[in-house]
Nanobody
Framework: QVQLVESGGGLVQAGDSLRLSCAAS????????MGWFRQAPGKEREFVTA????????YYADSVKGRFTISRDNAKNTVYLQMNNLKPEDTAVYYC??????????????WGQGTQVTVSS
């Protein structure tokens, strides 16, 4: 079992930056991928980015490529999502997720509670 706790959401203006954190506990390890998803009102949850703990490889959705960066801190068992040049369309609840194995855009088994990110124009 893996427990995930997100933090760092908030209200910002367009063009601002924000960093989300996801602390993992439980049965984690190098064979896990951790990712970020988001869900805007009235829309389906969508993949944002993920990192494979074993080798640090990453993958991004086209909509955030060049603006968002995912990273990990091995000592803290924490994954970060640095979001720069935020746009109103980035407004959503952001969820941290984890799964065994390499990065995929779906099929994550463990989820955090979500943190709200609101970007005003």
């Amino acid at each position: 079992q893996v427990q995930l706790v997100e933090s760092g959401g908030g209200l910002v203006q367009a063009g601002d930056s924000l960093r989300l954190s996801c602390a993992a506990s439980g049965r984690t390890g190098t064979m896990y991928s951790m990712g970020w998803f988001r869900q805007a009102p009235g829309k389906e949850r969508e993949f944002v980015t993920a990192i494979y703990w074993g080798d640090g490889s990453t993958y991004y959705a086209d909509s955030v490529k060049g603006r968002f960066t995912i990273s990990r801190d091995n000592a803290k068992n924490t994954v970060y999502l640095q979001m720069n040049n935020l746009k109103p369309e980035d407004t959503a609840v952001y969820y941290c997720a984890a799964k065994r194995g390499r990065i995929t855009t779906r099929g994550y088994d463990y989820w955090g509670q979500g943190t709200q990110v609101t970007v005003s124009s």
